[in-house]
């Protein structure tokens, strides 16, 4: 149970150990680590619904069957993604007895390959912040202090993978919502090119941020999964589609680190590296020496425009989270709309959606909202393509502090003054959100506390291929 996804499916296939009983395990380990009164990383756990699924996958190997890559494998999915006959809240009490009729297309492609869905994780309320903080569910724990928040908004996917409550996971990723969490709970969260993965059937926050992403325990595991869940088109997201010839997922990732020799990684100067806490420098600074020692060479850039990405990423995403959020309350049957139903969200999610749509609005203007999509994006993407020119990926940390306590999930104490918690944890994750990029975030180290902290390497758009290979070296050079 404790070992990688990709070596337990090898097993499962050889004979050496079967679903019934690594699902039996996981779930063992859910009832005695999770729930209300501990790390609440799962919504709802399956049960007995998954150990038949593992039953019938054992039985099918046993008869000599067709085995897919993820064959009895147990897998968390965020309660954001349909699952077919089994609830899918989004994290909020409206949609709490929710049952779609159908699979999201990521859930989909997960049965295909035959992953068992060991239940659905725990997030923040309609993945609208980066705590976990769950207003109607309860606060999802970091597994390295339950006292700590996790991140968010798929905190409870992070939570599960790195408690070893599920093999790996599966999340979604809007300013940050699959990087942040995997940053603070000490594994892989892997955010890929916007439209390499569907969204079909997913309770989405924003068509222009939005994608699914693979949370797991090592880059191989998470590149795995990301290889599973490509869609290529898909009727139910216009924008799914297979990248440019060349730019698929590479099938497997050598385990030596001399791709590093010769790489050429960015290092974005100034809003990048302004405010990062002292145990995220030292550990940002060893990640350097670790690069320039595997003969990597560091290269200094600068992203035009970064540092606005936030404030465009509020008058972007607010804007479409209530379309989106609009549509999840009619596909689940609800009438009136947000306007009737407002007081039932959490306190920060109302907040945001009553600015726009409540009794006394105060919304985002259209010419505002117009001008980002026809000016500042485009001007951001390209400032980041020009980067690409000169380097293969960018390095940033992940987060610029470690896990802050659940009571400091409005407000958090940050290199000695108050700051906002969501505008801090998001600093270096929106803006590659808002450009559409791939990006991964892997271990690098612990601050003095003992909690983990992420680094953040993000390629160009449709560039999975050496960002992943280059992360997998990172992360063997950094367990040496």
Not at 100 to 127: C, F, I, M, W, Y
Not at 305 to 327: K, N, S
């Amino acid at each position: 149970m404790s070992g990688a996804m990709l070596d337990q499916a090898a097993a499962i296939g050889r004979g050496d150990l079967s679903s019934l009983e690594l699902t039996r395990a996981y779930l063992e380990r859910i009832d005695a680590l999770d729930g209300p009164d501990g790390l609440n990383a799962f919504i709802l756990s399956r049960g007995q619904d998954a150990l038949a699924e593992a039953t019938r996958l054992d039985r099918l190997r046993a008869q000599g069957g067709p085995l897919g890559p993820l064959h009895g494998v147990p897998l968390a999915v965020k309660d954001n993604l349909f699952t077919a006959g089994t609830t899918t809240s989004n994290g909020t009490a409206l949609l709490e007895s929710f049952i779609p009729d159908h699979d999201a297309t990521a859930v989909r492609q997960l049965r295909r390959a035959g992953a068992v869905v060991l239940g659905k994780t725990n997030l923040h309320e309609s993945s609208f912040g980066i705590t976990s903080n769950n207003p109607h569910y309860g606060a999802v724990r970091n597994p390295y202090d339950p006292l700590r928040i996790p991140g968010g908004s798929s905190g409870g996917s992070a939570a599960a993978v790195a408690a070893r409550l599920c093999s790996a996971a599966i999340g979604s990723d809007t300013g940050g919502s699959v990087r942040i969490p995997a940053a603070l709970c000490g594994v892989v969260g892997l955010k890929p090119t916007l439209g390499r993965v569907s969204r079909g059937r997913m309770f989405g926050l924003s068509w222009t941020c939005d994608v699914v992403g693979p949370i797991a325990r090592t880059v191989a595991d998470a590149v795995a999964l990301l290889r599973v869940i490509s869609s290529g088109p898909d009727t139910l997201d216009p924008d799914a589609r297979h990248g440019p010839p060349g730019t698929d997922v590479p099938e497997s990732l050598a385990t030596a680190i001399g791709c590093l020799r010769g790489a050429r990684i960015g290092i974005p100067d100034g809003f990048f590296a302004a405010d990062n806490t002292p145990d995220v420098d030292r550990v940002l600074a060893r990640t350097y020496r670790t690069l320039e020692d595997a003969g990597a060479v560091l290269v200094p850039v600068t992203v035009e425009g970064v540092e606005a990405a936030t404030a465009q990423g509020f008058v972007t995403v607010v804007p479409e989270a209530v379309v989106l959020t609009e549509r999840a309350l009619r596909t689940a049957g609800i009438d009136g709309g947000i306007v009737a139903h407002l007081d039932r969200f959490g306190a920060d999610v109302r907040a945001a959606l009553g600015a726009q749509v409540g009794p006394e609005p105060e919304p985002v203007p259209a010419f505002q909202y117009a001008k980002v999509q026809a000016a500042t994006l485009p001007a951001l993407r390209r400032a980041f393509a020009d980067t690409f020119t000169t380097v293969d990926v960018l390095l940033t940390a992940t987060t610029p502090a470690t896990a802050v306590p659940i009571t400091q999930d409005t407000t958090m104490r940050h290199n000695g003054r108050s700051a906002g918690t969501f505008e801090t944890f998001v600093r270096y994750t929106y803006g590659i959100s808002m450009a559409g990029l791939p990006a991964v975030s892997l271990p690098a180290g612990t601050d003095a506390a003992g909690l983990p902290v992420g680094v953040q390497l993000v390629g160009p758009r449709w560039g999975e291929a050496t960002l992943v290979r280059i992360a997998h070296a990172l992360e063997n050079a950094v367990r040496q």
